[in-house]
Nanobody
Framework: QLQLVESGGGLVQPGGSLRLSCSAS????????IAWFRQAPGKEREAVSC????????TYRDSVKGRFTISRDKAKNTVFLQMNSLKPEDTAVYYC?????????????????WGKGTLVTVSS
C-alpha cells in the first residue's frame, strides 16, 4: 500500500526555520510529482510548492518564494521542504501529496496520494 509520511513540523518563532520531510513506503517518489499543501484553521487547503518528476521544474506560491525550497533526496526516497524566514501566517498543517501523472497540480483533486500532515506553528 502506498503511504506518504510527513515529519519535521513543530513550534518555531517568527524568522526561524524548519525542514519538513516527506517519505514514502511502497513506491519510489522519483516516479511522481510531489507537492506540499497546507491548511490553516478555517481555510481551504492550498498548494505551497511542488517538484515535477525528474526535477524538471519546481513551483512555489508567491507568498513563499525566496523563503521555501523544495528538494528531493533520491537515495533516501524523501522530499524536503526547507522553510526559512517563517511568518505567523505560515502556521498550518502541511501535507505531502503525490501525483502519478508526474506533473504538478495546484488543485487538491489533481493529486493522487496524501499523507496525514504535520503541524507547523509560527509564534512568539
Amino acid at each position: 500500500q502506498l503511504q506518504l509520511v510527513e515529519s519535521g513540523g513543530g513550534l518555531v518563532q517568527p524568522g526561524g526555520s524548519l525542514r519538513l520531510s516527506c517519505s514514502a513506503s511502497g513506491f519510489t517518489l522519483d516516479d511522481y510529482a510531489i507537492a506540499w499543501f497546507r491548511q490553516a484553521p478555517g481555510k481551504e487547503r492550498e498548494a505551497v510548492s511542488c517538484v515535477y518528476t525528474y526535477n524538471v521544474r519546481t513551483t512555489y506560491r508567491d507568498s513563499v518564494k525566496g523563503r521555501f525550497t523544495i528538494s528531493r533526496d533520491k537515495a533516501k526516497n524523501t522530499v524536503f521542504l526547507q522553510m526559512n524566514s517563517l511568518k505567523p501566517e505560515d502556521t498550518a498543517v502541511y501535507y505531502c501529496a503525490a501525483a502519478l501523472i508526474g506533473t504538478c497540480s495546484e488543485s487538491v483533486g489533481g493529486m493522487d496520494y496524501w499523507g496525514k500532515g504535520t503541524l507547523v506553528t509560527v509564534s512568539s
